[in-house]
């Protein structure tokens, strides 16, 4: 069983930054892919950002290529999201997921196991 747990989210003014952590416990964390996904009120859940096994490649959904980064430490079983130059349409709750892969997937059928997701809140 995989458990992952978000902490970060809040309240930020537009232009602001903030940076998402999700702690994961359970099983080898080091031999899989990470991925963030964001769910906004009545929208699907959207691709954010994922890294590979190692941290070697990431890939970004366009609306925040430039703005956000995603990077992962595997000796603290850990994967952030550092998001700059926030905008609005930012705002939504955004989830840890982690695959069986090693590789990054925009999809999230890849995806075995998620957070309980943590709520993050732009304003204009």
């Known amino acids: 069983q995989v458990q992952l747990v978000e902490s970060g989210g809040g309240l930020v003014q537009a232009g602001g930054s903030l940076r998402l952590s999700c702690e994961a416990s359970?099983?080898?964390?080091?031999?899989?892919?990470m991925g963030w996904f964001r769910q906004a009120p009545g929208k699907e859940r959207e691709f954010v950002a994922a890294?590979?096994?190692?941290?070697?490649?990431?890939a970004y959904a366009s609306s925040v290529k430039g703005r956000f980064n995603i990077s992962r430490d595997n000796a603290k079983n850990t994967v952030d999201l550092q998001m700059n130059s926030l905008k609005p349409e930012d705002t939504a709750v955004y989830y840890c997921?982690?695959?069986?892969?090693?590789?990054?997937?925009?999809?999230?059928?890849?995806?075995?196991?998620w957070g309980q997701g943590t709520q993050v809140t732009v304003s204009s």
């Open positions: 997921a982690a695959g069986p892969s090693r590789s990054t997937s925009i999809w999230r059928r890849d995806y075995d196991y």
């Open positions: 890294v590979t096994w190692n941290g070697g490649i990431t």
């Open positions: 359970g099983r080898t964390f080091s031999s899989a892919a």
